[in-house]
């Protein structure tokens, strides 16, 4: 009789699968209100291996990947959304991730939701920072190319090609289109789910100040000149961003498949929130470029998703070559040399936002990542047949290797040579000698 009540009462608790993360759990008590991603397990491998996929490429995959991807999740989503209706909350599905963002729910509707049947997870959204450390001064117009730019050595690639052809993605703050370097670059594609705003803006700087790096045409401070420029508002006017914004940016970036997308922004390490974004840009063939994180200079500071399998993670160093000191270092929470590579990212000059002529200077592994952003717009325009995996292997090989400090070898590093090591990745990139010139 005992027995028979345990298996009754254990098959209740595996039919009632909804698990409450303990942090949503506190959140909501005293009544006090949360927004909260309802997580369902990840369809990426199931719509991955379905046969309608595998004669297509390009823009027709995309398209077939987004319409298996939404035949799935509004499936698995269905019962759920309409729970959710019932309660009055209103939320966001997401089929890139399968989960659904909610807003301001209670205890009531936590405690409701995950007696639903079913394998799911309730916490709270992931909240993520751009990747910058300071602002320092504004500057008036100046000749000459950036340092940054000089020491990868851009100038040189720019007599094959100076982008043209590839088309750079960033999700940040936004753009001010108006900017003089990249008002003749933009390649018509906006899209704003924080604020709505129907045509690029950027209230921070952050993002004009990325896009400017990778693409700028004046002032000496882009990489590619010649690419063309498309955003996704992912980050607020303060610079940060939650799950739910960066997740609308990570659907709209798949369906605008450009050659590579910068992500100068992340959060605390060993997050797994954005992998499905990424794994969908892999499969389109989208370059994922991430920010590594400003919490160096101690071992296993890496942010994510920089820290994450399949994207290209980006560590700072300054004018000498050496590693920034805030540049986060790894190994990954599995273990995984992090960052994969390194660029200039202190003291870098790009446009500014005060007026269309206005350049500041910035900090951060944000500003590392859009040069190597930059780079592999250069190496794809020049060789547009080359996958992630040559683009990777090209700028690992060729990569210049400065002395690693001891407290960096301290991080994990391959014993034979030094690098790769948690702290540069494979080193600092050469996009000319990345290209064989
Ligand atoms: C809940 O709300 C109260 C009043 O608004 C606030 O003082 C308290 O810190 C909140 N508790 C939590 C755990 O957020
Ligand atoms: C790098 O290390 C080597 C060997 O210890 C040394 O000879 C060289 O001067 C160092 N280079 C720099 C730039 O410090
Ligand atoms: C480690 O260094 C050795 C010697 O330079 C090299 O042959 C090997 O490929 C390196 N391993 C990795 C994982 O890069």
Request: charged fraction near 15%; proline fraction near 5%; aromatic fraction near 8%.
């Amino acid at each position: 009789m005992w027995k028979l009540n345990f298996l009754l009462l254990s098959q209740l608790l595996t039919a009632h699968g909804g698990t409450i993360s303990p942090s949503l759990l506190s959140k909501v008590q005293n009544g006090n209100k949360s927004d909260a991603i309802l997580e369902l397990p990840s369809i990426f491998e199931n719509v991955m291996s379905n046969p309608a996929l595998s004669l297509l490429s390009g823009m027709a995959k995309v398209n077939m990947m987004t319409t298996l991807f939404k035949e799935a999740t509004s499936v698995s989503q269905a019962p759920f959304l309409s729970a959710i209706s019932g309660l009055g909350i209103s939320s966001t599905p997401f089929w890139i991730s399968n989960d659904i963002a909610m807003k301001d729910v209670d205890l009531n509707a936590v405690q409701s939701l995950a007696a639903l049947p079913g394998v799911f997870t309730l916490r709270e959204p992931v909240k993520v920072r751009m990747s910058k450390i300071n602002d320092v001064n504004r500057f008036a117009r100046q000749s000459g190319t950036q340092w940054g730019v000089t020491k990868i050595q851009a100038p040189s690639v720019w007599s094959r090609s100076k982008g043209a052809g590839s088309v750079v993605a960033s999700i940040d703050t936004g753009a001010y289109k108006e900017h003089e370097s990249i008002r003749d670059n933009y390649g018509g594609k906006w899209y704003d789910p924080i604020y709505g705003k129907t045509a690029p803006d950027d209230r921070q700087g952050h993002g004009t100040h990325t896009i400017g790096t990778m693409v700028g045409r004046s002032n000496g401070i882009g990489v590619a000149p010649d690419a063309k420029w498309i955003a996704c508002r992912g980050l607020d006017n303060s610079g940060s961003g939650s799950e739910s914004w960066l997740k609308s940016c990570g659907q709209w970036v798949l369906q605008q498949r450009p050659t590579v997308c910068c992500n100068s922004w992340g959060g605390g390490g060993g997050q797994t929130f954005y992998n499905d974004v990424v794994k969908s840009w892999r499969a389109a063939g989208i370059i994922p470029v991430f920010a590594n994180g400003n919490a160096g200079s101690d071992c296993r500071t890496a942010g994510s998703p920089g820290d994450q399998p399949n994207l290209i993670s980006v560590g700072s160093t300054d004018s000498d070559d050496q590693m920034s000191y805030f540049s986060s270092r790894g190994p990954s929470p599995t273990g995984a040399i992090k960052p994969e590579i390194s660029a200039p990212g202190g003291n870098i000059v790009s446009a500014g936002i005060s007026s269309p002529t206005s350049y500041t200077s910035k900090s951060g592994t944000s500003m590392a990542t859009p040069h190597v952003v930059g780079a592999i717009a250069l190496m794809k325009a020049v060789n547009p047949g080359w996958t992630y995996d040559n683009v990777l292997s090209a700028l690992s090989k060729t990569a210049d290797r400065p002395n690693v400090s001891s407290n960096d070898l301290g991080c994990g590093r391959n014993t034979s040579s030094n690098y790769p090591n948690n702290a540069y990745g494979f080193g600092r990139i050469n996009v000319k000698k990345a290209l064989g010139m």
